[in-house]
């Protein structure tokens, strides 16, 4: 204990609090944060790279710079706090944590057709990027004050309830990009917590089929010639869409198997196949969740995922996005055309170019070598969330790095994955490389409390 009140033993006890100071930094994770310093850097070079064509870069770097600032700040108190303080107050931080969600909901900004900004003055604050530390931070505790029940199916309902909580919230505004992150926190957080692997598989396999009926629909809309001669794949395209016929037969299956469910468990009956039944429930299940999901979207959603399979079906419209990030990628070649000299973004082709494409901008200017080196530093980002989740002392910890991990590596991948046409365009940032006060506060934020269980690894 006494070492997370280290900041205020150092006027009261000179000694012990050289000593403390002394093994604060010799714990400290220099590797952590000396990757995410250059990653702040090279992200806010070329921040101000891609806001040259604006006319006044000075004044985003300086917003970026401001926030930087504020999210070191935040990071160096997180880090010198014990971090099991937060552990003690669920209740609170699940309430700060829907209170802004909702706050935002009454009285938000809305930019880009989703009201997700709250204003205070000449600033502007992004509530989801905040909440999804207080849920990983939530899940964390709740999973470690019940380590010995998650062997139970029923110990997922509590899980389950704060993560759809959160996402249903941030679907109001809506804000769909910002809800995708929630479900691999929740997935690591729960493999971290002793959950049965039975459980997760089913969880990922929800997932596959749900994202594969998706696919589906996509890619069977993009040719309606081969639907009107092939009636099999014409009737799945309608299932996909929950179609009349599909529907009703989709509510007798799942009746019969609950009814097969239900007299195998009363009659204690040892039915071999029972275990394939419900797979097939939750197939169904998964079915219905990613069809009344596919009713959700907006027409421009829709688009993006159909330019998803062909970029160049609206190159000028949906599609435009990706077609240039790659043509910007590509023609940074190896070394790149040099910093500040890039032609799609300077010349304004590239849509985007300082927050979801801020990668395209680095490609192009800098080429392979130095982006090589980006994605070096992300994966180095990961390594450390994971040494620092099999080192920290109690699970809370391990369970609250796991979170922070699967986070970082979820915008990472989906972000590079986007920009060079292997996943839709969601509008998610880069960690630490995007433009924007909110996203790298909270960056910063969750790197604090990496360093704070990384500090105390060794205190009993």
Known sequence: MAESLSPFLFQSRPHDADTLFRRFLRHFDWILFIDVLLLCSIGMTMVYSACSRFGNPQAYMARQFLAFSLGMGVLFILATVNYQIFGQYPKILMAVSLSLLALVLLAGKTSHGAKSWLVFGPLAFQPSEACKIFAILVLSIWCDRNAREMHHLKSLLVPFLIVLAHVGLI??????????????????????????????????????????????????????????????????????????????????????????WWVNKELRFKIPGIYF???????????????????????????????????????????????????????????????????????????????????????????????????????????????????????????????????????????????????????????FFSYGGSSMVSSLTAVGFLLSIHVRRYTH
């Open 171 to 260: 679907l109001r505004q809506p804000d769909f990009g910002s809800t995708l992150v929630y479900f691999p926190i929740l997935l690591g957080i729960l493999f971290a917590g002793g959950t049965n692997y039975l459980y997760l598989f089913i969880i990922i396999f929800f997932g596959m089929i749900a994202g594969s009926v998706l696919a589906t629909n996509v890619g069977l809309s993009l040719v309606p010639d081969f639907l009107q001669d092939h009636p099999f794949w014409s009737f799945i395209y309608r299932g996909t869409k929950l179609g009349k016929e599909f529907l009703i037969l989709q509510v007798v299956v799942s009746f019969g198997v609950l009814s097969a």
């Open 277 to 431: 039944f419900g797979i097939l429930l939750v197939a169904l299940a998964a079915w219905s969740s990613s069809s009344l999901f596919l009713k959700s979207l907006k027409d421009y959603q829709k688009k993006r995922l159909n330019v998803f399979f062909s970029p160049r079906m609206d190159p000028m419209g949906a599609g435009y996005h990706v077609i240039q990030s790659e043509v910007a990628l590509g023609s940074g070649k190896i070394f790149g055309k040099g910093l500040f000299s890039g032609t799609q973004g300077r010349l304004g082709f590239l849509p985007e170019q300082h927050t979801d494409f801020i990668f395209s901008v680095l490609g192009e200017e800098m080429g392979f070598l130095v982006s090589g080196f980006v994605i070096l530093l992300y994966l180095i980002l990961l390594w450390r969330c994971i040494a620092i989740a099999g080192d920290a002392r109690d699970r809370f910890g391990s369970m609250v790095a796991v979170g922070i991990g699967c986070m970082f590596a979820f915008y990472s991948f989906i972000n590079l994955a986007m920009v060079m046409g292997f996943a839709p365009v969601t509008g998610l940032p880069l960690p």
